[in-house]
């Protein structure tokens, strides 16, 4: 076991919570609960300090599951992403006026996020040219096709879910549990990580390294484990 | 669950007629899900899905589950020949970028230049519109796998769009139960028959305007 005196970057949950604030917008990774960290999530529908928070992030979880907790506890103003039918509760709170609403397609939020970590300000893309949500965005014609621009997406917070870190903070991931992760690592003004594992510098492959340790600003444990392949509680 | 109507299946079986050898091909929700269960195992088709990877294996038996690896329809599936892995940003790079060769997708209506509205229906809250629009403005080549009517009876072929539009890309290949169409320079062709129809009925049942091919043959199933 790992203690904080050999790293830094170590923290519990509760203590990385602490670090959003109140109205904070946050990036949070996965794909429906895939790649979602679930612990830090927990922690954030634990306490009462930091709400009204913005969060981008693909979809909201499944009800009552991973960021769908968040909206059963109240904590979120808005939410940013591409999918949002599948959790009835984001559908039941947009209806009631206490959740906003931004949708993306999920190309065209994945690029947004990698611009708003790469310094760059927007960008022209083709997805989405002439439809609802094209709308009020400048178009351009480049090579005789169509383009719209958009601008790049970044946070004061990410909160990101990888599969192991080693003490300096490099991250491998996970299989599709990826997805949105390696983006939002580099997007945000502060990024915590939520890891299965910590192992010694030195022991993870170089060359399976996605996300370089210099991203990252806090890790934490999850306080979650696979059975049967099904993400539990420990 | 998967909707096995026998429909449904023969729409499936027939694009999976389509795909060919080495082709990088991205299945839609619904009845494209279908299609991985009538492909030949010698035909050698790249399933892209769009949450990162390319190379999408067959549902795992219940001991092998691993929800860390899923579909886009978020349902277990394993890797499968030379599978790759990829974040969303790579991911979307492949779809945008030109290089999935085949996008096989649903839709609400289709009009008759291969207009696509797959992603909102007039008067319902829009709140999802996922990768339908990354896939219909970058991949290669647009097939359509659709009911010919809607549950009302109402046709699906149309001649304009009374949905939201899913991009101005338009459709190569639309197949339904009862034809198969192919859209050719802006104009809609009528080149299968289903057995169980006729030219008569798919007219009736069709309001899109669309020209018979002189070499129009029974759907190949």
């Known amino acids: 076991m790992i203690s ?7 923290k519990t949950p509760e203590q990385a919570v602490e670090m959003i604030q109140d109205g904070d917008s946050l990036l949070v990774g996965g794909f429906g609960l895939c790649g979602m960290p679930f612990t830090l999530i927990d922690a954030i529908a634990a306490q009462d300090r930091a709400r009204n928070l913005t969060v981008i992030s693909n979809n909201l979880g499944e009800p009552g599951k991973g960021l769908g907790k968040l909206l059963l506890t109240g904590h979120l103003k808005k939410a940013v992403g591409s999918y949002f039918t599948t959790n009835r509760d984001a559908v039941k709170a947009w209806k009631k006026g206490e959740l906003e609403i931004e949708l993306i397609p999920q190309g065209t939020l994945a690029e947004a996020i990698r611009a708003g970590g790469a310094g760059i300000a927007a960008f022209y893309i083709k997805t989405a040219v002439g439809t609802k949500l094209a709308e009020g965005k400048e178009e351009r014609v480049f090579n005789g096709e169509r383009y719209i621009l958009v601008e790049a997406i970044r946070a004061r917070v990410a909160l990101i879910k990888a599969y192991k870190a080693d003490t300096l903070g490099n991250l491998i991931y996970s299989k599709t549990a990826r997805n949105f992760n390696p983006m939002m690592a580099t997007a945000a003004d502060l990024v915590i990580a939520e890891v299965d594992e910590i192992v010694e510098t030195g022991t993870l492959d170089p060359e399976a390294i996605v996300t370089p340790h210099n991203y990252v600003d806090v890790v934490v444990l999850s306080r979650y484990h696979k059975v049967g392949g099904v993400y539990i509680e420990k | 669950m998967k909707n096995n109507h026998p429909a449904r299946v023969r729409i499936a079986k027939r694009i999976a007629r389509e795909l060919k050898a080495g082709q990088v091909v991205n299945l839609g929700v619904g009845i494209p899900t279908l299609i991985p269960d009538y492909l030949r195992p010698d035909q050698d088709v790249f399933l892209q899905s769009e949450n990162g990877l390319l190379g999408m294996g067959p549902t795992p ?28 940003s790579d991911s979307f790079v492949m779809i945008r970028g030109g290089h999935v060769d085949v996008a096989v997708m649903g839709a609400l209506q289709v009009s008759e230049k291969g207009e696509i509205a797959n992603w909102a229906v007039p008067g319902e809250d829009i709140l999802g519109v996922g990768g339908a629009m990354d896939l219909v403005a970058g991949a290669k080549k647009i097939i359509i796998a659709t009911m010919h009517v809607n549950k009302d009876g109402q046709p699906k072929l149309v001649r304009e769009l009374t949905y939201p539009t899913s991009g101005v890309r338009c459709a190569e290949l639309v197949v339904t139960e009862k034809a198969v169409f192919a859209i050719e320079n802006g104009t809609m062709v009528l080149k299968e028959i289903a057995e169980d129809t006729n030219l008569e009925e798919i007219r009736r049942l069709t309001e899109a305007r669309f020209e018979v091919a002189a070499d129009v043959m029974p759907m190949l199933v």
């Not at chain 1, 904080?4 to 170590?10: D, G, H, I, N, V």
């Not at chain 2, 038996?61 to 969303?88: C, N, Q, R, V």
């Open chain 1, 4 to 10: 904080p005196s050999e790293m830094k970057k170590l």
């Open chain 2, 61 to 88: 038996p219940a001991e092998e589950i691993d929800m860390d690896l899923i579909s886009a329809s978020k349902h277990p599936i394993t890797f499968g020949k030379g599978a790759a892995l990829f974040s969303s």
